[in-house]
């Protein structure tokens, strides 16, 4: 890789987002130098802020910029305040940026660190899976155009085949390059769904059983939203991947993160076939920006998915490594409320400056991204 040049366009969003991606953005020159990659960076401003002052979250002539760039990495967005007249929340690149970047795998490893004291009676290693959560369909397609009164109000849920086929085969390879579950290390797919309720989902199981029938080589096998959710928190250790819907990847991803250490835990990556952006699944929290009291190792683990699928994965171990070193030595220290004691990203970036590359071994278990 030495010599290799990196295109990454960087969104610092709002709230706590400019910081944290600062933070993430010093972390990855720390990791690149050590690999001899350059990073060539730049910035596009869009969120709240940016509705507020233009009527628009995001430069619609800039969605080419991110097509081209070798990954995208965004801070949260959004602002409490900023809604649109039927009260839903403008300025935030969800919808904007899934749809038009065609992103329809969002991509969310749950793992239980060392150092982090999860809400569960789990110990570290006991939790590592990854929600696979379709991300250009289901209820959320229905964003800005559901039919509403002042007395009534519907939102429509669709799935298609094609939709589900690419997420549920995404799921599949993905597992390829897992090593299964921490309780049974059985490489295995959970479709996850209320097809014994609504028929959109019952279409989403089939055509998730006709891809599994491709896949002999990893385990299949349903689960019902809400006995998921019960299962995320009881045995956790059983799950390996897990593929649905993506109003009920929102939920229950934000339930995983719970049993291990918080929202400000989980990175996540929105992965198509000609663009992909990474960012972490928590909010903008402006309520805290400029107080360091946001977690960072979301957006810095964020930004090793991002080395990753750029195929810089030497860079994307060392990230992880040193975030569980600084979790070691204590350099960064997570509170029971989900903030950091002590310790920031500068952290990280210390520690991945003075670990020599050429002994990290890669780290067992994390997201390897499949071919798209």
Not at 235 to 241: E, M, N, Q, S
Not at 289 to 305: K, V
Not at 326 to 341: K, N, Y
Request: hydrophobic share 45%; with cysteine; glycine share 12%.
């Amino acid at each position: 890789m030495t010599g290799r040049r990196i295109d990454v366009v960087t969104i610092p969003g709002d709230g706590i987002g400019p910081d944290l991606l600062a933070g993430a953005v010093a972390v990855m020159r720390a990791a690149a130098g050590q690999v001899g990659v350059a990073l060539d960076i730049e910035t596009i401003d869009a969120g709240a802020k940016v509705f507020s002052a233009t009527g628009s979250a995001f430069p619609a002539d800039r969605l080419d910029r991110l097509r081209a760039a070798d990954g995208v990495l965004k801070g949260p967005v959004g602002l409490p305040e900023v809604r649109h007249p039927d009260g839903t929340e403008a300025g935030v690149l969800g919808g904007i940026l899934r749809t038009g970047l065609d992103t329809y795998a969002n991509v969310r490893p749950v793992r239980l660190l060392p150092g982090i004291a999860g809400a569960t009676r789990h110990a570290p290693g006991e939790i590592d899976y990854v929600i696979v959560r379709e991300n250009t369909e289901g209820l959320y397609l229905s964003r800005g155009n559901g039919v509403a009164t002042a007395e009534a109000a519907v939102d429509q849920l669709m799935v298609t085949r094609v939709g589900v086929e690419r997420v549920a085969r995404f799921a599949f390879e993905l597992a390829r390059t897992r090593a299964g579950a921490p309780s049974d290390g059985v490489r295995r797919v959970t479709c996850v769904d209320k097809s014994n309720v609504l028929r959109s989902y019952a279409l989403f199981r089939s055509v998730f059983d006709d891809v599994a029938e491709q896949y002999p080589d990893i385990a299949a096998e349903h689960l019902y939203a809400d006995a998921a959710a019960h299962d995320l928190v009881v045995r956790p250790g059983r799950f390996d991947v897990l593929v649905m819907e993506n109003f009920l990847g929102d939920i229950l991803s934000d339930l995983g993160a719970g049993t291990v250490g918080g929202l400000g835990m989980c990175a996540s990556g929105n992965i198509g076939e000609h663009a992909a952006y990474f960012e972490p699944i928590h909010g903008s929290a402006p309520d805290i920006a400029g107080t360091d009291r946001a977690n960072p190792i979301s957006q810095i683990l964020s930004a090793a998915l991002l080395f990753d699928h750029a195929g810089v994965g030497d860079a994307a171990d060392l990230i992880r490594t040193a975030v569980v070193g600084a979790l070691g030595e204590a350099t960064l220290r997570i509170g029971s409320d989900g903030c950091p004691v002590g310790g920031t990203a500068a952290a990280v970036a210390e520690i991945v400056r003075r670990i020599d590359a050429a002994r990290v071994a890669p780290v067992a278990t994390v997201v390897s991204w499949p071919e798209t």
